[in-house]
């Protein structure tokens, strides 16, 4: 039986949640006090520690929201039974994700959490990707590598191509996706 969460449990993490987006777009992470954010919220700080020990495992749960959201989506939005539209997809989603949420992103890039981030979201793609590619081999397509070693390069490959092209101010999307198209279908 699934076990449900508390509408007051959503709630408050929704508070939480869309405030802290919304002061990430305003300054570094390592400025946001959890007094600040609770005020903002109008959320008592005993329920957030009732939750979080402190900012820091509630920006790693914020994290694992989005990430979980963002597999949601793909699983929706990617063409499943052909392994190069899924990749595709995954990366088409992520550009999408991240000019959506440009001021969010750059205070990600300037923020001391930019290592534990990338470890987060790197750990989750690797996931799903090892997933999707057993899947691949079990249905009988033929991968030149393990797994496990094709997701650990796809996913180092995808993550800091794409954190490089932020970092360089370059424009999103269509010149990003026009250049890795042909690397994906050499893949």
Same mark, same amino acid.
């Given at each position: 039986?699934?076990?449900?969460? #508390?509408?007051?449990?959503?709630?408050?993490?929704?508070?939480?949640? #869309?405030?802290? =987006?919304?002061?990430?777009?305003?300054?570094?992470?390592?400025?946001?006090?959890?007094?600040?954010?609770?005020?903002?919220?109008?959320?008592?700080?005993?329920?957030?520690?009732?939750?979080?020990? %402190?900012?820091? %495992?509630?920006?790693?749960?914020?994290?694992?929201?989005?990430?979980? /959201?963002?597999?949601?989506?793909?699983?929706?939005?990617?063409?499943?039974?052909?392994?190069?539209?899924?990749?595709?997809?995954?990366?088409?989603?992520?550009?999408?994700?991240?000019?959506?949420?440009?001021?969010?992103?750059?205070?990600?890039? /300037?923020?001391?959490?930019?290592?534990?981030?990338?470890?987060?979201?790197?750990?989750? +793609?690797?996931?799903?990707?090892?997933?999707?590619?057993? /899947? #691949?081999?079990?249905?009988?397509?033929?991968?030149?590598?393990?797994?496990?070693?094709?997701?650990?390069?796809?996913?180092?490959?995808?993550?800091?191509? =794409?954190?490089?092209? +932020?970092?360089?101010?370059?424009?999103?999307?269509?010149?990003?996706?026009?250049?890795?198209?042909?690397?994906?279908?050499?893949?």
């Amino acid at each position: 039986m699934e076990q449900k969460t #508390d509408l007051r449990v959503i709630k408050t993490y929704k508070a939480l949640t #869309d405030n802290f =987006l919304q002061m990430l777009s305003e300054k570094k992470f390592e400025n946001i006090t959890v007094n600040e954010l609770c005020d903002r919220a109008m959320v008592r700080r005993a329920t957030f520690y009732k939750h979080f020990a %402190d900012k820091v %495992d509630f920006f790693a749960f914020v994290i694992r929201t989005k990430q979980a /959201e963002f597999d949601a989506q793909i699983q929706q939005q990617t063409d499943q039974t052909r392994p190069k539209s899924f990749y595709l997809g995954i990366i088409q989603h992520a550009l999408d994700f991240l000019n959506s949420n440009k001021k969010l992103v750059q205070s990600v890039l /300037e923020s001391n959490m930019l290592p534990t981030i990338m470890d987060i979201l790197s750990k989750q +793609i690797t996931l799903d990707i090892t997933r999707k590619l057993k /899947e #691949d081999a079990e249905s009988g397509v033929s991968l030149p590598a393990s797994p496990q070693v094709m997701a650990q390069f796809f996913t180092g490959a995808m993550v800091y191509t =794409l954190m490089w092209w +932020i970092t360089q101010k370059k424009v999103l999307e269509v010149e990003l996706m026009e250049e890795l198209t042909p690397l994906l279908r050499a893949f």
